[in-house]
């Protein structure tokens, strides 16, 4: 994991859509709320620059933060994010209370590495395609990962690696295989260039030909 991210917040006292626009505008703060646990929900405010600057590391997005409100410090983790539309703006942030005890939900990224050295694409003539960037996990917040990753040297072409496939760290579960083979998803594949099949059968309805 690295260094702990810790988010500065102030209580928000004057809520409701107006006051958050306010915000927004004139004063350069992005509403934002922290839940869960055996305590009440606490509306915040954060600062604008500072949330867009912890926003640009990856491993924020899949890290137990220390949210600081008014001098205390609770254990929290990003779970929703609102962006303007058209605009580099935050418009709303949601945290969520974890307890070291109590098992956690997140999505965490998926790394791909090895992907020049994968047999597949260097020997085969391959290509590499994604269907998922990050992946649902279960586990205590001590085991929480900044990502998963997916190791494509050994992959031969014509194979898709599932969520069954990915070897994930002690303590850490897959949600979705928790409901049954249906939801054994494929998070990436090599296949042949649609363009080189075409050719293949070219050739073999001239070689039939010229039988």
Do not use: W
């Amino acid at each position: 994991m690295t260094d702990a991210f810790v988010v500065n917040a102030v209580v928000r006292t004057d809520k409701g859509k107006g006051a958050s626009r306010r915000l927004r505008r004139l004063e350069n703060l992005v509403p934002a709320i922290i839940y869960g646990g055996d305590k009440e929900p606490v509306s915040l405010t954060l600062k604008h620059n500072e949330i867009i600057k912890s926003l640009e590391s990856e491993a924020f997005y899949s890290h137990i933060l220390t949210i600081s409100i008014d001098g205390t410090e609770e254990s929290a983790i990003l779970k929703d994010l609102q962006r303007h539309p058209a605009r580099e703006e935050i418009m709303h942030v949601d945290f969520l209370r974890v307890s070291k005890n109590q098992p956690i939900t997140v999505n965490v990224p998926l790394h791909f590495n090895n992907e020049e050295q994968c047999v597949g694409v260097r020997l085969e003539g391959g290509a590499i395609s994604h269907q998922a960037s990050d992946v649902e996990i279960s586990c205590l917040p001590a085991d929480l990962p900044e990502y998963i990753v997916v190791d494509m040297t050994d992959v031969h072409v014509d194979t898709i690696i599932h969520l069954s496939d990915l070897t994930l760290p002690k303590g850490v579960t897959i949600t979705a295989l928790q409901h049954g083979e249906d939801h054994n998803m494929p998070v990436a594949a090599v296949q042949k260039p649609k363009g080189e099949k075409v050719e293949e059968g070219e050739e073999a309805s001239e070689e039939a030909g010229e039988e």
